[in-house]
């Protein structure tokens, strides 16, 4: 990368960081953020654990399925929701990582290997949670990557955009049927207020290869982390008449292996001042325990969660045009592996 191009991209990356601090301290100026009416408000909030959020639930008979947890807020999903009993079947990008993920959790969790890149990875992953047998409870889209410093493609399209959106959609596809014949089954996607960082227009439909224009890892992982909280809107839409539920949420600022890409001076001011605005990992997985797990949300779908509490989101994170924009695309581009399912 050259000098000029570095000034640019780091400029960026501070203006997006600063974006987003700025817009949690003026949630919290105004007193609080704006709740969507009739969404069960929780005693819980930003420094709330995991642990804490699911304290007193039996979990035991319940199967979730969690993607990325050999590391970070993935793992603590898997360590929490097995501790109350839940079974977890936890996907890495290979099956050593996955089976050394589960290890710790004895008989409550099965390793599967998950390979977000590729589609037929993603098949063959389906399929083998297909052959336990089991339906879904819980379905917790996870694993993510973040700021890629140059552009990085799969089969042309933009990789934040296929590991962290694309990936999902194949998977949560290829098991919706396994969802919505658990007695309340629930899609849980991990997005972020990153989201704020996505392009003006939202989601370049007309430049998902990210090859127009300065790449900005910012906006490629914000363009990922909207699509992800538009994905889960229209999929509560689609469950409608269904049991099953959907939703988003964002975790916090956690320091996890999230960051193995951001450069050397951003590592740095995450050491030095993290501590005043970072969670540890068990808070920032609450909210995704939270979501997937509570009674009460039990009819909640299409809301979007912070701080293990719905929020109404700003931009274009309920742009419900978008939305079903977004999942006919989706499906253009993972026609040959969306398929029949197989249910062998
Ligand atoms: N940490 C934060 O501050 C923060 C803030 C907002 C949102 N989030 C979201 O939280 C989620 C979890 O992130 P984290 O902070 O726990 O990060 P992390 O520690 O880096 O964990 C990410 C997980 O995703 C997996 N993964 C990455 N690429 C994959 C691929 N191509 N196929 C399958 N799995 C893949 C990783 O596997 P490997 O270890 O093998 O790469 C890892 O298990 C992400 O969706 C992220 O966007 C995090």
Redesign the pocket.
């Known amino acids: 990368m050259n000098r000029r191009k570095a000034l640019i991209v780091t400029g960026a990356a501070a203006a997006a960081g600063v974006a987003v601090l700025v817009a949690e301290r003026a949630v919290r100026d105004r007193g609080g953020p704006d709740r969507p009416a009739g969404v069960p408000v929780g005693p819980f909030g930003a420094d709330s654990t995991a642990e804490e959020v699911t304290a007193g639930l039996d979990l035991s008979g319940k199967v979730a399925l969690v ?8 793992a603590e999903t898997l360590r929490v929701l097995t501790l109350r009993g839940a079974h977890v079947l936890g ?3 290979t099956l050593e ?1 996955a089976t050394a993920a589960c290890a710790a959790a004895g008989d409550r969790a099965t390793p599967f290997a ?4 590729d589609f037929d990875s993603v098949v063959a992953c389906a399929a083998a949670v297909r052959r336990e047998g089991v339906v879904l409870d819980m379905l917790v889209c ?5 700021a890629l410093p140059q552009l990085e493609q799969v089969n042309g399209l933009e990789k934040h955009f296929v ?2 959106h694309l ?1 999902h959609f194949l998977l949560v596809n290829r098991l919706l049927d396994r969802v919505v014949a658990a007695p309340q089954g629930r899609v849980v996607v ?5 989201y704020l960082w996505a392009p003006p227009g939202g989601i370049e439909f007309d430049n998902l290869s990210g090859e127009r224009g300065e790449y900005d890892p910012n906006r490629a ?1 914000g363009q990922s ?1 909207l699509a ?1 909280g538009l994905f889960s809107l229209e999929l509560a839409r689609r469950l409608g008449r269904t049991r099953a539920t959907s939703n988003s949420v ?11 890409h951001f450069p050397r001076w951003k590592k740095l001011l995450s050491e030095v001042i993290g501590w005043s605005f ?1 969670k540890s990992i068990p808070a ?1 997985a609450a909210t995704q325990c939270y979501v997937a797990t509570n009674p009460r949300l039990a009819g909640v779908s299409g809301r979007y969660f912070i701080n293990c509490n719905p929020e109404i989101p700003g931009g274009r994170m309920e742009d419900a045009a978008l939305a079903a924009k977004l999942w006919a695309v989706s499906e253009e581009l993972t026609r040959p592996w969306l398929g029949s399912v197989d249910a062998s």
């Open positions: 993607t990325g947890v050999n590391s970070g807020l993935g996907t890495a990008r990582k998950l390979e977000l890149t996870n694993a993510g990557i973040m590991t962290n990936g991990v997005s972020s207020r990153g992982y982390k992800n964002h975790p916090g600022i956690i320091r996890t292996n999230l960051g193995r970072m920032g």
